[in-house]
């Protein structure tokens, strides 16, 4: 049976959300033996090197304002990273998967905000689902305590979200290849001059930090990028971000097959309502009678969520 180009580009999108999802342990597991700003300043400056060889001639001129708006998207992108890193050392793979994908509802919040814009019906809903969702896979029955991990992990989403607004504010202004490798170029050299200051270079890389490193930046990095850019003319982005929610299941799979991490029913629970807020935040579109600017101001959350992921998302 022949396979049409819509239906290899979304099988595509569906192979990168799985190695997103399954990414998750292997960092976990890789967190014992490096520390996390070696990983990721190694994972990060692997990634821009496999980007910058594939796609030089975006990067050959290069211009001082692209320079100056990737480093800040890279800012917020090194927060989320280093918290979502970090988080996962106290927390398990299946709840960090989960609670990163809450970044797509905080969108809706922070543009709401930011832009003064009373927020939809659907908007409530997705945050109300996704509190609650979050309150059934992070916080003990008796307690409104959330545990550190999954704090950590929280405190990424917010970042990514972040990440996500300013990326649809100055994304379109440049070359999108090479303000992404900027981002990824900052990250990277950051995170490293951290970890040689306050962690400790290994005695010598052990095969779970090898493998982690290596499939984290060229896989789930440099292909997930690639893939996506020459993927999505084939599809729509709603498809895409639909596909691309398949990320936390693949990581709660993950945990479940490789690291024994076993869901309870309260968390399984939580972890379908804040899918399904995902879902309804993808499927949210602006309210027809809305005035002209606020319309205008509404984020296009299918594509900002779409270059979120083709980043660089674990």
């Known amino acids: 049976m022949k396979i049409s180009c819509r239906n290899r580009a979304e099988l595509s999108m569906l192979l990168v959300a799985l190695i997103w999802g399954t990414t998750f342990v292997l960092v976990k597991s890789a967190l014992s033996d490096i520390g996390p700003f070696l990983f990721l300043g190694l994972r990060f400056l692997i990634a821009f090197g496999v980007i910058a060889l594939l796609s030089y001639r975006s990067l050959i001129h290069i211009q001082f304002s692209t320079l100056a708006a990737g480093s800040l998207l890279g800012v917020f992108l090194f927060i989320g990273y280093i918290f979502q890193t970090v988080g996962l050392k106290?927390?398990?793979?299946?709840?960090?998967?989960?609670?990163?994908?809450?970044?797509?509802?905080l969108v809706l919040i922070i543009y709401a905000i930011l832009y003064r814009i009373r927020p939809a019906a659907t908007t409530i809903l997705t945050v109300v689902m996704a509190i609650i969702g979050l309150y059934f896979m992070s916080f003990q029955a008796d307690t409104l305590t959330l545990s550190y991990g999954d704090l950590l992990v929280l405190v990424c989403a917010v970042a990514f979200a972040l990440h996500i607004v300013f990326v649809d504010r100055y994304s379109h202004q440049h070359n999108p290849v090479a303000i992404t490798a900027v981002q990824i170029l900052f990250v990277g050299v950051v995170c490293l001059i951290i970890g040689l200051l306050y962690e400790p270079w290994p005695d010598h890389f052990t095969p779970n930090a090898v493998n982690a490193i290596l499939i984290t930046s060229v896989l789930a990095t440099s292909l997930a990028f690639l893939l996506q850019n020459a993927m999505q003319k084939y599809s729509t982005p709603t498809r895409f971000a639909v596909i691309l929610t398949m990320e936390p299941v693949f990581a709660a799979l993950a945990g479940y097959l490789w690291a024994g991490e076993i869901l309870s029913p309260r968390a399984l629970a939580g972890a379908g309502l804040i899918l399904l807020s995902m879902l309804v935040s993808i499927f949210s579109r602006p309210g027809k009678k809305q005035p002209k600017k606020s319309a205008a101001a509404e984020p296009n959350v299918i594509k900002a969520h779409s270059y979120l992921n083709k980043l660089i998302k674990d």
């Open 90 to 105: 106290y927390t398990t793979s299946s709840n960090a998967g989960f609670i990163t994908g809450v970044n797509v509802v």
